[in-house]
């Protein structure tokens, strides 16, 4: 929004933002990209296990938005909106990669020493790393799925839009994707 | 709730917790590629204080884009928080502005009507500013229609 808010104003709804973004409102846009920029690149960078890819598509992501934005007919919510967005631009870089595995010997070496103190490592970033190693082998869905569902806190029906498959498929993917990374992850002791 | 202690639950709750980085530095290019990317939009013709759109003698004339114009008048629409502008639509005849469609969202229990008769006079000062007194155009080819109506500020609810 073009004029200044006071502190103390309650925060713009997603529907108040749309509606002067729609208008060419350069502001209101910039509170969108704030409140639900962060999520994206965050799912996209676990998605695509790569930060120039997952900045790449968060941002082509983000201007399909702005030029689309008429387009945006609120029957899902926005940032389901904007997560089904950053997911097909993830989903376009990622189809001339070839996936590279990962061997199970890495997942050793970044086992920690048993003198580590386990309550610290919750924070730990070797931690995220780990994670991030389990998830490069799940296939595509099932990665997709975990991460909307375990990482972003959305709904089946939800992910559901975003990944566009029916929500017996999101069960499926999820069941699947649940049971892989609890294995490869429970060697994290 | 208790924590899940499991490996899994805890790279969960990190992965939750993460900010990702680079962020802001990427929020920034972000910007500067959506500011750049220019909207095809139609020229409107403007008019000098005597109503005619030549400039010179050889009859040149000055066309302003109809995005400048819609920008300006979404400014003014944002101004107060009775009301809050939905779309704005010129109609343009032959490079000429022969009317404006606006369709607002007001804030419950606001006087509609005392309001759209506020605003008329408001939008024809900007559009003329803009354009000049461009002939036909008048306060009764300024549609104003209300589509909703919102609890509190339109332009933040």
Redesign the interface.
């Known amino acids: ?3 200044s808010q006071a502190s103390s ?5 997603d ?2 933002l749309v ?2 973004a ?5 502001e209101a ?2 509170e969108i ?2 409140r639900h ?2 999520a994206m ?2 799912y996209a ?2 998605l695509v296990g790569d ?1 120039g890819d ?2 790449e598509a ?2 082509e992501a ?2 399909s938005a ?2 689309s934005l008429s387009g945006f007919a609120g029957r899902s919510s926005l940032r389901t909106w904007l997560i089904r967005l950053v997911h097909r631009r993830a989903a376009d870089l990622q189809r001339n990669r070839r996936a590279t595995p990962i061997d199970d010997g890495l997942m050793s070496r970044l086992t920690p020493a048993a003198t580590d103190n386990p309550l610290q ?4 970033a070797e ?2 790393d ?2 991030q190693l389990a998830l490069n082998e799940l296939p595509w869905h099932q990665r997709a799925t975990w991460l909307l569902r ?2 972003e ?1 959305m709904s089946y029906e939800e992910i559901s839009i975003a990944l566009a498959m029916p929500i017996g498929a999101v069960r499926g993917h999820l069941y699947r994707g649940r049971r892989t ?2 294995e490869r ?5 | 709730m208790a924590l899940d202690p ?3 639950g ?14 802001v530095d ?2 920034g ?3 500067s ?3 750049a ?1 220019v ?1 095809p939009s139609e020229p409107i013709l403007t008019f000098t204080e005597q109503g005619t759109p030549a400039r010179d003698e050889q009859g040149s004339g000055t066309y302003v884009s109809a ?1 400048v114009v ?2 300006a008048l ?2 003014l629409l ?2 107060h928080p009775t009301h ?5 639509d010129l109609r343009v005849d032959d490079s000429r502005l022969t009317g404006i469609d606006i369709r607002l ?1 007001a804030r419950y229990g606001v006087e509609l009507h005392p309001l759209a008769d506020t605003l008329r006079p408001q939008i024809l000062e900007i559009v003329e500013g803009i354009l000049g007194p461009a002939p036909g155009l008048d306060l009764s080819t300024i549609e104003i229609v209300y589509v909703d109506v919102t609890r ?1 500020d ?4």
């Open positions: 929004m073009s004029k104003e309650p925060l713009a709804t529907e108040a509606r002067a729609r208008l060419g409102d350069h846009f910039r990209v704030d920029g962060p690149y965050r960078l676990h930060a997952a900045a968060t941002q983000f201007v702005w030029r490592s919750v924070l730990d931690l995220l780990a994670l375990e990482v806190e990374l609890a992850m429970a060697r994290w002791r | 499991s490996p899994l805890r790279a969960i709750r990190a992965a939750r917790a993460e900010q990702p980085p680079g962020w990427l929020a290019s972000i910007m590629r959506v500011r990317i909207i995005r819609t920008a979404r400014r944002q101004e809050a502008p939905e779309t704005i969202v509190g339109p332009n933040r609810t």
